[in-house]
């Protein structure tokens, strides 16, 4: 077992450090597959750091699926992680005597049209009807932020001086792929918060994910196959089944969206959300993600990294981001309305860079689809470090709110015959029931005394059975 330099680490905590060592380690087969790990005690004993230190490098991994325990054993490298062509044992970060880096870190779907039981509102609304005429008693299908939540102080600050420093900004129409400040401050906030170095130049900013959608399928061109997550976000669904292309709605698992069926129909896109996915909150293993990888690779296709939530993350670091492994096959997508309020319709992709040449030429005679003030406004929001702190203030108060959640269960009767899963990431939780009932009529029971729920099955395309008796929670 090797020891590593954690006085390396630079500016990094320590535990992030030690774990992106071990990963590096595990993907480059020096700790191979099925290799126990020490104990947390002596691995922070060898190190000269505290236990919890060690405690949580060995939860990220265990997260993230690269490693396993077994019971009463310890800590276990996950088989079959090694890169297809390792890189050198010294290019990981921090192991003594290396060089050390100076910035290391079952059913298939069918292509038929959607049900129309999607009402087309969106994902952090769990498909509820946004403006509900009947007042509840609680909505847990509600996305609407807390009044007190939006930075209106500052927002308005820089409005008010984006309209008088940018005047002449506001008589031409911005650029196609929006203004340079703001894909600027988006590529320092992706280097800070997720690790990835991408260029400016390679994002495009638009008034919505639904946007940028249709402007990629118009990119890989053709009438090729595209993919789905089934359970899922089911408005991607409808906006590529209504383009005309074949659309499949691939089953996922615990690990993740299922591989096979993207190599025997052909796919030439897929959606999919690894760190957290929609609905069912599960993180993709390493080892899907390395054969999802692989498949784009081998056939040349191409993945969308829907990285929606990774803002809230209540424990560990963020999940790593496909993209930080594969820039040239996966597209990075993502958000703010659902951190800063849903009626901010900015959201942005990282594309490959032969997509964004292909981009340039197809796309020459557009211009920007978000208003400049808009867009000079969030770039300064950003730029000035006001977003990350309005991101530390919502993680705790839906950390607190989270907390609140599950205190009230376990206090309850109900906690006697039913579970909360999904309790270390994003915003909504799975009630679990453990006896049989009829689903509708719980439904329409809970609606009658004011408790307004969707269930998991709603989410489903095909096969809705393995998620019977169990409900969305948001909060």
């Not at 959201?347 to 860079?353: F, G, H, N, Q, T």
């Amino acid at each position: 077992m090797p020891t590593y330099q954690l006085d390396k680490r630079g500016k990094k905590p320590l535990y992030e450090y030690l774990y992106e060592c071990l990963k590096n380690d595990i993907r480059s087969g020096v700790l191979p597959g099925n290799q126990r790990l020490p104990s947390k005690r002596e691995m922070a004993r060898d190190h000269g750091v505290a236990v919890v230190t060690v405690e949580n490098a060995y939860a990220q991994l265990l997260a993230e699926g690269y490693l396993y325990t077994r019971p009463r054993s310890g800590f276990y490298v996950t088989e079959g992680l090694e890169r297809e062509t390792a890189g050198s044992a010294a290019d990981a970060p921090g192991r003594e005597g290396d060089r050390i880096a100076e910035d290391a870190p079952g059913r298939e779907g069918t292509p038929r049209a959607s049900r129309a039981a999607s009402d087309g509102t969106s994902r952090s609304t769990g498909n509820g009807d946004p403006t509900p005429k009947k007042e509840y008693f609680v909505d847990f299908t509600s996305g609407r932020i807390h009044s007190d939540a939006f930075p209106y102080a500052a927002w308005a600050r820089l409005m008010r001086r984006v309209l008088t420093d940018r005047e002449e900004d506001f008589l031409i129409a911005p650029p196609r792929e929006g203004v340079y400040p703001l894909r600027k401050a988006i590529a320092d906030y992706l280097q800070d918060a997720r690790h990835l170095t991408v260029s400016p130049d390679r994002i495009i900013v638009g008034p919505g994910t639904e946007y940028l959608h249709s402007i990629l399928l118009r990119l890989i061109g053709g009438s090729d196959p595209v993919a789905v997550e089934d359970p899922g976000y089911s408005k991607i669904g409808l906006l590529y089944e209504s383009t005309g292309r074949p659309t499949f709605h691939v089953r996922v698992d615990r690990e993740g969206i299922c591989i096979e069926p993207l190599r025997k129909n052909g796919v030439r896109l897929v959606h999919t959300s690894p760190s957290h996915h929609f609905p069912t909150g599960c993180v993709m293993s390493a080892e899907r993600r390395k054969q999802l990888v692989k498949w784009a690779l081998s056939e040349d296709a191409y993945i969308v990294e829907d990285d929606y939530d990774s803002e809230f993350r209540f424990s560990g670091r963020p999940i790593a981001t496909l993209t930080e492994s594969n820039d040239t096959n996966v597209i990075y997508m993502n958000t703010f309305t659902r951190t800063l309020a849903p009626s901010i319709r900015i959201a942005y992709m990282v594309l490959p860079e032969a997509l964004m040449e292909r981009y340039r030429t197809l796309f020459s005679f557009y211009s920007g689809a978000v208003s400049s003030p808009e867009q000079f406004t969030l770039a300064a929001f950003l730029s000035e470090g006001y977003y990350q702190r309005h991101i530390s203030r919502m993680r705790t108060f839906y950390r607190t709110r989270r907390e609140q959640v599950l205190e009230a269960f376990s206090a309850s009767a109900l906690s006697g015959y039913a579970e909360l899963t999904g309790d270390s990431a994003g915003l909504h939780f799975i009630l679990l029931i453990k006896r049989d009932l009829n689903d509708k009529k719980f439904i329409k029971d809970l609606d009658n005394v004011g408790i307004r729920i969707n269930p998991l099955a709603l989410y489903c395309y095909n096969d809705a059975k393995p998620y019977a008796h169990a409900f969305l929670l948001g909060y």
